[in-house]
């Protein structure tokens, strides 16, 4: 008998891990410390290649804007619609990401999306815009943006020309907000994302 | 000649204030029809965002939830854009859909919450409780058998 005692409790350890096994996956994994969201942006064939920059007037583009969510709950966010010129404000890109601020901009569109907890929403984005070129003052004056169908009024942006980059340089971008059922109202949620696109004139 | 004039003038006021007080609510509506149409919506998106973070906090899949939430919230967002830009019309449009595509919204949401709950607990008895006493019981036959062979031998 005692030639086999080793052999015999190895094999009942082994049934008993074996059987515990359920229990063990659920205790002994390390727990999530990291909670965030990701923001990014694809070209139309949903790579980081080609995106547009020399755009045409009514000519549409097509991007993809993705939304990932590692929160560890089913997040509410809003997504504001914004563009801006050389001198406008821009949103804060550097500290920790928490004390980041908006930009000052109004925003031109706002879409609110759900996304559940480890999941990634895609939200396919296409745009155009309308706009004149004033030739006189080398300034283009932007008229609208069609957006998804939906036509946002921008008469009050006007992009100057710029003489390092030669282009008719505006940026068009997305501020990410979240929504905090605590006080019932969205805060920033310190990320935008955005294109730089040069529109285009003919002379 | 001034007595027709004044009935004349009289009349024609009566018929405008009459044509107008009557065809201005088939026309349109008000800010404060949409103000209030979209308030009802966004409410309601925030009460079945509720509904659904509760679902997927009991470990249901609301991904068929959310796809709905998306729609009715893109809605939404038409709606506040068409109020912003004074189209009260489509604002009220756009948000009357938006609630109308909620209806029911947070009975299914219920309903799935409470699916999740019993199959978690289900899953909890099983993988947890009964696999960790499972493996006390294995452990506990087995030196309850090493004993009973030794005893045997002797």
Redesign the interface.
Known sequence: ?KEY?LL??VA?GV???L??????S?VLVYPRTEFFTELWILDADHRAENYPFNVTRNQSYTIYLSVGNRLG??A?YLVQVKFRNQTQTAPTSFGPIESRLPSGLPSL?????????E?V?EIPITFSFNYTWDEQFSKVKLSSLRLNG?E??MSNCILSWDADEKAFRGFLFFELWL?N?SV?SFNYHGRFVGLWFNMTVTV | MGLRFRFCLVFLFVLVVSVVGVSLPCFGVGSSDAFSAISDADGRVVVCYRAVADAERAGANVSSLLEVLNEASWLLSRAKLAYSQGDFDSAVVYANECRFMLDGFVDEADGLRRSAEAAAHWDFMVNFVGSAVGAICVVVCGYALWVFLKRREK
């Open positions: 008998m005692g015999y409790w009942v049934i008993a891990l059987v515990a096994s359920p229990f063990l659920r709950y089913c509410y569109f706002n879409m609110t999306v759900f996304v559940a907890d999941q929403l939906v946002l009024n929504y059922s019932n």
